[in-house]
C-alpha cells in the first residue's frame, strides 16, 4: 500500500463528477484496457469526496467559538446584560457550524491519524466492494483518491506484492495522481498513475494467453 504524505494535494470543494466528466472518465478506462491487454492486473480506480463526514467538527467548531465569544464580551463589556450574552453565543454558534461544514476547514480541523484511519478504511471497502480481492491470480489493484482529505491510496492484492521487487514503489503512481489534482488535470493525473502501474505490473506479472478480463475496466466516481 501507499499513501499520499500528509497534507499534499490541495484542498477541494469540486465533486469527483465535476473533476472526472465523461469524456475524461472514457480515457482513463481506455487506458485502463490499454494496461491490461500488456498485463495480468486488474484495475479499478475510485475517486471520493471523502472518507467520513466528520459531522462533530462543525459542533465542535461552534461550541469554541460561543465560548471565545463569551468569554470576551464578559471581559471587555461586563455590563452587557445576560440576554446580549446569549444573542452573542447563539451568533458565535452559528458561525461555527457554517464554518464547520466548508470542507477546507473540516480537512484542517480533523488530525492527520483520523483522516490516514479514514481513508485507509474507505479504500480497503472499496477494494473488496469492487471485486479486485477476488480475481484469479490475487493481481486485483486499486488507486483510491479522497479527495477531502488529500489522500492518494494504492491497494494491490498478494499476487501482485509476491512478484515485486524492492525497487518498485507505488509511491510513484501516486505522486503521479497528486500532480495532476495539483495542476488542474486530476483526469490526466489518473491516467498518468494508470499507466505508471502498467509499466510495474508488465514487468512483474505479463499478460499470457490465459488472461481474460475479469473486472470492468472503469473509473467509480463518488459524489
Given at each position: 500500500?501507499?499513501?499520499?504524505?500528509?497534507?499534499?494535494?490541495?484542498?477541494?470543494?469540486?465533486?469527483p463528477s465535476a473533476l472526472v466528466p465523461p469524456d475524461a472518465r472514457l480515457r482513463i478506462e481506455a487506458a485502463i484496457a490499454?494496461?491490461?491487454?500488456?498485463?495480468?492486473?486488474?484495475?479499478?480506480?475510485?475517486?471520493?469526496?471523502?472518507?467520513?463526514?466528520?459531522?462533530?467538527?462543525?459542533?465542535?467548531?461552534?461550541?469554541?467559538?460561543?465560548?471565545?465569544?463569551?468569554?470576551?464580551?464578559?471581559?471587555?463589556?461586563?455590563?452587557?446584560?445576560?440576554?446580549?450574552?446569549?444573542?452573542?453565543?447563539?451568533?458565535?454558534?452559528?458561525?461555527?457550524?457554517?464554518?464547520?461544514?466548508?470542507?477546507?476547514?473540516?480537512?484542517?480541523?480533523?488530525?492527520?491519524?483520523?483522516?490516514?484511519?479514514?481513508?485507509?478504511?474507505?479504500?480497503?471497502?472499496?477494494?473488496?466492494?469492487?471485486?479486485?480481492?477476488?480475481?484469479?491470480?490475487?493481481?486485483?489493484?486499486?488507486?483510491?483518491?479522497?479527495?477531502?482529505?488529500?489522500?492518494?491510496?494504492?491497494?494491490?492484492?498478494?499476487?501482485?506484492?509476491?512478484?515485486?521487487?524492492?525497487?518498485?514503489?507505488?509511491?510513484?503512481?501516486?505522486?503521479?495522481?497528486?500532480?495532476?489534482?495539483?495542476?488542474?488535470?486530476?483526469?490526466?493525473?489518473?491516467?498518468?498513475?494508470?499507466?505508471?502501474?502498467?509499466?510495474?505490473?508488465?514487468a512483474h506479472v505479463p499478460a499470457s494467453a490465459a488472461d481474460v478480463d475479469e473486472l470492468r475496466n472503469r473509473v467509480?466516481?463518488?459524489?
Amino acid at each position: 500500500m501507499a499513501v499520499a504524505p500528509r497534507g499534499a494535494g490541495d484542498a477541494s470543494v469540486t465533486s469527483p463528477s465535476a473533476l472526472v466528466p465523461p469524456d475524461a472518465r472514457l480515457r482513463i478506462e481506455a487506458a485502463i484496457a490499454d494496461v491490461e491487454r500488456r498485463t495480468a492486473g486488474e484495475i479499478v480506480v475510485v475517486v471520493a469526496a471523502q472518507s467520513a463526514d466528520y459531522a462533530s467538527v462543525p459542533w465542535r467548531l461552534g461550541v469554541v467559538l460561543a465560548a471565545v465569544a463569551l468569554l470576551g464580551l464578559a471581559l471587555h463589556l461586563p455590563v452587557l446584560p445576560a440576554a446580549a450574552l446569549l444573542a452573542a453565543q447563539a451568533v458565535a454558534l452559528g458561525i461555527g457550524l457554517a464554518l464547520g461544514r466548508l470542507p477546507a476547514v473540516r480537512h484542517h480541523l480533523v488530525s492527520d491519524v483520523v483522516q490516514d484511519a479514514r481513508v485507509a478504511e474507505n479504500a480497503r471497502r472499496s477494494f473488496a466492494e469492487h471485486g479486485l480481492a477476488g480475481t484469479t491470480g490475487r493481481t486485483g489493484i486499486l488507486i483510491f483518491v479522497s479527495l477531502l482529505e488529500h489522500r492518494v491510496v494504492v491497494l494491490a492484492d498478494e499476487g501482485i506484492h509476491r512478484v515485486l521487487g524492492p525497487e518498485e514503489r507505488w509511491e510513484d503512481v501516486v505522486a503521479l495522481a497528486l500532480a495532476g489534482i495539483r495542476e488542474g488535470r486530476t483526469a490526466g493525473g489518473l491516467e498518468d498513475a494508470v499507466r505508471h502501474c502498467g509499466k510495474i505490473l508488465a514487468a512483474h506479472v505479463p499478460a499470457s494467453a490465459a488472461d481474460v478480463d475479469e473486472l470492468r475496466n472503469r473509473v467509480v466516481l463518488e459524489d
